[in-house]
């Protein structure tokens, strides 16, 4: 799947819970997993960790007769590389906005005289 497919998996934000479930509890159960969403359908949580692995951002392995999930932590480092890749895009925005501020002849709005 492409770097697009990730970011549309995480567009939702119940896959961006689930993802944080298993950043801070690795290797979970989907029925684990499920538990944690009471309000959604365990189908639901299921077609979620589908979009999820088809992302390749978590993978899935079986024990028994369950699936257990954890992070796919290369991707994640993919997807990083390529945010890193716009940095001097924001370094520039803050540098602009840096002199911006810094040229305004305007005193602070506490010491402005009154008219």
């Known amino acids: 799947m492409s770097r697009t497919d990730a970011f549309a998996a995480i567009a939702d934000p119940t ?19 499920a538990a944690n969403y009471p309000r959604v359908s365990r189908a639901n949580v299921s077609k979620h960790l589908g979009v999820l692995r088809r992302a390749r ?4 392995r079986a024990r028994g007769r369950e ?7 290369d991707r994640f480092a993919e ?7 716009f940095a001097p895009v924001w370094e520039e925005s803050l540098a602009n906005l840096k002199r911006i501020v810094e040229e305004d002849p305007r005193p602070p ?6 008219e």
């Open 15 to 33: 896959r961006r819970s689930i993802l944080e479930t298993l950043r801070d509890q690795p290797a979970l159960s989907a029925g684990q997993i």
């Open 67 to 73: 699936n257990h999930y954890s992070l796919q932590a």
């Open 109 to 114: 709005a506490g010491k402005r005289k009154m």
């Open 79 to 85: 997807l990083q590389r390529w945010l890193e890749s």
């Open 57 to 60: 951002l978590v993978r899935c």
